[in-house]
């Protein structure tokens, strides 16, 4: 087969699911297509996550002679820091009614979180262009934060289409300036995009304890 073909092909490889055993693990880290006998699989590889979702079923009831899986997701890292997603929220109500965005990173020689600054290209009341944050070697984006200034947080058919080759968690902070800021957190595996119904509960208290902190000052 053709070069450029088969580095397409090695780079996101598909698996026949066998029936008597598991299919062997990934031996790197990235994605690749399963075939199981109850869908087409899409199994992510990443430092900070592993994730089997099942992104298609099969129209036709066809003998498939492959084993079934289940869909899964593994965090490696530990919980967000409570703590940074205050932080994001203080940088957010600084730059309201503007946009903003920060990458809450991980680093998994030291299992560390810190939040990364974007570099800002252009933002306004609607729209936020920036540049990556520089990550050290060892370091993978967790959460991408964005924020929408004095509107609420929900994810935007502009949201949608960033979103949908990557995979994080994403974080939008609306209603900067208010006494509790709005949140609206998914997580996005290439295309996937589950909603977190609830966020967590001390992600508000510190994005409160923050803002508290500000108007203290
Ligand atoms: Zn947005």
Known sequence: MNAADLALQRSFPTVMVPRREPAEPMQAFGERLLIA???????????????VRRIAAYSVATAI????VAESTRLMCERVPEALVGEFART???????????????????????????TILSHSASALRYEPPILGPDEVRVVDCHS????????????????????????V?????????????????KGVFETVERVPAAWYAAVRATLSTTEAL
């Not at 002679?65 to 079934?68: D, K, M, N």
């Not at 509107?151 to 968690?169: L, N, Q, W, Y």
């Open 173 to 189: 902070i609306g209603n900067c300036t208010s006494h509790t800021p709005s949140m609206a957190l998914r997580l996005c595996a």
């Open 148 to 171: 929408h200034g004095l509107h609420p947080a929900f994810f935007s058919g502009t949201d949608d289409t960033d979103d949908r080759h990557e995979i994080k968690f994403a974080l």
């Open 65 to 68: 002679p492959y084993g079934e």
């Open 92 to 118: 957010a109500r600084a730059a309201s009614p503007n946009e903003t965005g920060a990458w809450i990173v991980w680093s998994a020689a030291t299992q560390r979180f810190r939040l990364a600054p974007v």
């Open 37 to 51: 006998q109850n869908g087409v699989f899409l199994e992510i590889n990443q430092p900070w996550l592993s994730l």
